[in-house]
């Protein structure tokens, strides 16, 4: 794959690139005009989007960042973004151009103040993994195989205005208006610095590794802290393959109830038990090791759930709340999803939109065990995703609604619904966690 030299860190020459970036979607227009009068509009616009992912995808990797995590976060929303959006910006998720040797070094001794050589007894300065915000390196001491985590260049200087820049994009695609919509780009703002953070990082996953080592089936790595700093991390090498690429060949019904319980399990502990959740499930945070054990990593993003919203968030998860007309639209008051300034039509709109989407998604909280490999359950998400996207009449509502906390605990479960579907997983026992 080819590297980079180079990355774009000022306010000025990221913007430059977003510009560049979109005048090609402005040809891409072009071309699509004077494709559906020659062929059918379908076809036409299949190739538009197809294009424009991959130009986009493209501008969007040369910055990395907070612009790749943001594209990265999108294609978990597979309901929202036509197919080739998703098909591209999930490779933002592991497998992105990574920095070259020389720019490696330069970095690294920025850094630590110390060139590799001089901490490892070898360092591999040609990466194994690059994602979003930084990539891996092979690193040796002491006969210990270790994986290095290096920052790009920038990065964390650049979120704020990355975010700034992208901001009018989402606030369209999501309709959010009003006064008060700041407060979900301050979320998101607060939790990519978080993510930059990598000596929180370091003490989040040690924590986590802590709180769950006693779940079957599922493995740590060892962080080294004299060995880390702000932009670095060194971890264990664990050995195994991305989940994304296991499930492409694996045919043991078995051991995927065996890797999925112990990822619902990982994930119910951590919401119910420790009230704080590593919400960037995605496949290629996640191993499956040569004993058929998962394995977890990076845990830059962790979610705390707060007791004001985790009562009612999983209240409405219960069926007889969800059917019980007045506790149901008091729990959606208590979670900002109706607002005091709604217009009747709203009210009557957004109540049944969520009654629908909450009867469908929290159907494996009302089972003692679900078949997370139904077709069908999953079609149906998909398939109401499409609707509402679709609905003009949600265009001309206010999209500003919901808590803030909504935007990565959602995240968290259409992840994990996601990767426990790509798994096949069935008889998933749902509350497993309290016996563990």
């Not at 920052?151 to 200087?157: E, N, W």
């Amino acid at each position: 794959m080819k590297t980079i030299d180079r990355i774009p860190t000022t306010k000025i020459q990221r913007a430059s690139k977003l510009v560049q970036t979109g005048a090609k979607v402005g040809v891409n227009y072009l071309k699509y005009y004077g494709d559906k009068l020659v062929n059918s509009e379908f076809d036409a616009k299949e190739r538009l989007n197809q294009n424009n992912a991959e130009d986009i995808y493209d501008g969007l990797k040369s910055l990395k960042g907070s612009a790749l995590k943001v594209a990265q976060m999108l294609s978990m929303e597979k309901s929202i973004l036509p197919q080739a959006y998703v098909d591209k910006f999930s490779l933002a998720q592991f497998s992105v151009p990574p920095l070259s040797p020389p720019l490696v070094i330069k970095s690294f001794k920025k850094y630590f103040g110390k060139h590799p050589n001089d901490l490892f007894d070898t360092f591999d300065a040609t990466s194994v993994n690059a994602a979003s915000i930084g990539q891996v390196h092979k690193a040796f001491k002491d006969g210990k195989k270790l994986a290095v985590k290096i920052q790009y260049p920038g990065v964390a200087d650049s979120i704020s205005s990355d975010l700034s820049l992208v901001k009018p994009i989402a606030i369209k695609m999501f309709n959010i208006k009003g006064k008060d919509s700041d407060k979900y780009f301050k979320e998101v703002e607060n939790k990519l610095i978080e993510e930059t953070n990598y000596i929180l990082e370091v003490e989040q996953s040690k924590a986590i590794a802590k709180a769950c080592k006693h779940i079957p089936n599922l493995e740590f790595p060892d962080y080294y802290e004299e060995l880390s700093s702000d932009r670095i991390i060194t971890m264990d090498w664990m050995q195994g393959e991305h989940l994304s690429e296991f499930v492409a060949h694996n045919t043991s019904q078995a051991l995927s109830n065996k890797l999925g319980q112990a990822l619902w399990d990982f994930y119910m502990f951590q919401l119910h038990e420790l009230r704080k959740v590593h919400a960037d499930p995605h496949p290629g945070n996640f191993l499956v090791s040569e004993e058929g054990k998962l394995i977890a990593l990076d845990f830059g993003c962790m979610k705390e759930v707060p007791e004001e919203f985790y009562r009612p968030y999983f209240e409405l998860a219960k069926k007889k709340n969800i059917n019980n007309p007045e506790v149901f639209k008091e729990k959606l008051y208590a979670l900002e999803i109706l607002r005091t300034d709604d217009s009747l039509e709203e009210l009557e709109f957004f109540s049944a939109m969520f009654h629908e989407m909450l009867s469908l998604f929290t159907k494996p909280f009302h089972v003692d065990t679900f078949d997370f490999s139904d077709a069908d359950f999953f079609g149906k998400i998909t398939e109401l995703g499409a609707k509402y996207s679709k609905s003009s009449e949600l265009r001309k509502m206010n999209g500003n609604r919901g808590s803030k906390h909504f935007i990565y605990i959602n995240r968290t479960f259409f992840g994990l619904y996601n990767l426990m579907f790509d798994l096949k997983a069935k008889d998933i026992k749902i509350n497993n966690f309290k016996t563990l």
